[in-house]
């Protein structure tokens, strides 16, 4: 387990936002470039469409009938305005047309920044997806897999929340700079007073932004906790059912919820305080603006009221930068989770960065574990596999039999190129594959472990997974050799049966033969068996082995078996204690040895019916 404790990056205000934007416009650089041209376009028509009131405002003191507004002896940033003289409705007309064109501007940038907001979620979403199927076996069997379901789910919509907040902020900042400039037309001391005011606001306001920064970290906690409770819980609800250990799933889960909520309500508390203050002092800066700007300043009413209108309007922009920033540092950390969860994987990519995929022909001669070693954690003392040679023929059927624990699953996983050996070497007919032949060798594999995997879906669709161009005639086949053709026909609707969700509909018996059946019908080079039968009874068993031994020479097989009669096929037996080949040999000779282990298993359960019966 990595994650649990793997360092976040730290972010800090308006840099972490600062990242996820720049992290946005990298995925859609035209898209944020024409979205924010349309974005000061309407900015800049709202501001003018205010600006104009300016000569409406002064018509109220003149007190003529005609309205014509005069524009002789103004100024706009310094520069002196035509002699000419407007009419009422000729003003009042373009305040409309900036109205109209202001509005068709912002569904421009609204649509450009959905779609980018859209994209960017989906291409960061598929991004991990394709991170974590690409990684090194090693490292993603190494991760939580409830992590990995909640960073592809949860933790993706508090980045697509992220990333409108950002697209706000960018927004409200846009805004801001055009009011200014828009400000510094009607009156330049004013102007730096009313922004200088409210930027001191938003400095005063950092520890409250801490305050959220600190707040997100805990969320992401709560919430990484919380979707572990929730897949342990899901995975295990029929054990936690059968030993009534439901009341303390709930109880604990609750206990979560309790701190979320508990945490929720601090920050809630806090945040409003510092709303609050802000919301206050902004009223003091106002107020204060007002006075300086009549007593002192000395502005036309008319500019006064002008430059009110378009800090009503600044106002509650410097309030949503600090409340959306406060929302974004909530949300980040579900960011830099996402991003430092992708590099891992993207850092142990199998194949390495820029890897593509090499063929890789069809095994002839032999696969052959070359004196492997294999360690599943790193620096432990004890070997998972200890310097242990094991050859499959191809086209012979090879047994691996030996204790619990002893690292038979360790060589299937070997041999399919998952893992890589530490020491020691995976030949194919004497060439050792390399990283980037691991994915085409694999095109010749069927694998079945005991835990079978099956969709929620007919078993039809379930055995096309592997072969979507199977005929009828095929997957009848396949199904007989895996002893699944009777079940099956006795089930109302056949092969199109839904299975329920990973096959909780069929027994743990036909689940593990509609496995087979499916890996029967890849036609595989190379069939790896790891307990696939052990949910079956003695006379399925003994179909599913008749149809391998049926198969002698079309295939490659190794089988991972405690029962007998799921060697007792094999050509070849290896029998391994504690990561080591202690005795191998073809299954002929090991059988005439009696105290050998082969044979040894073999006694065992000859023995069984008759130990059972003097025991009863
Ligand atoms: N992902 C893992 N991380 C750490 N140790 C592991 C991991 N997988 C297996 N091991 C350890 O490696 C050893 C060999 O395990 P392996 O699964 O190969 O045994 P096995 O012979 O297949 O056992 P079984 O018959 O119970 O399936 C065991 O001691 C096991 O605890």
New binding site residues.
Partial sequence: MTDDHSPIPAVEGFRGAAALVRAMARFGRKRLAIALTFLVLGNVTEGVSILLLLPILTLAGQGSSDYAIDLGGRHLFGQPLPDVSIGLEVLLGAIVLLVALQAAFNRVKAVYLSDLLQDFANSTRAGLFSAVASARWETV??MRRADLEHALTGEIDRITFSGFVSLSLIQILVGLVIYFVLCLAVSVPMTLFAFGFGLVALLLLKPYRKLAERYGHKIQTARTVQARLVSEFITGLKTARSMNQEPHHVAQFERTLDGTKADAHDYARRNALGNGLFQVALAIGAAAFVLLSLRFVGLEMSQMLVLLVILMRVTPRFQGLQAQVQALLVDLPAWWRVVDLQSRLEANREGGAGFVSAPVAPPRHEILLDRVTYR??EGSE?A?LNDCTIRLPVGRATALI??????????ADIVMGLIRPEAGRLLVDGHELTESERRGWREHLAYVP?ETFLLHDTIRANLAIVAPDATEEEMHQALADAAADRFVAALPEGLDTRVGDRGTLLSGGERQRIALARAFLKRPAVLIL??ATSALDWESQSRVAQALARRAGEMTVLT?A?RPSMVAFADHVYS?EA?RVVEEGPMADLLRKTDGHLSRMFAHEASEPARLRLAQ
């Fill in positions: 069997v190494r599943h954690t004890e998972a030996g204790a619990s624990g002893a690292g038979k699953s360790t060589v005991q790891d307990e991972i405690h391994l990561g």
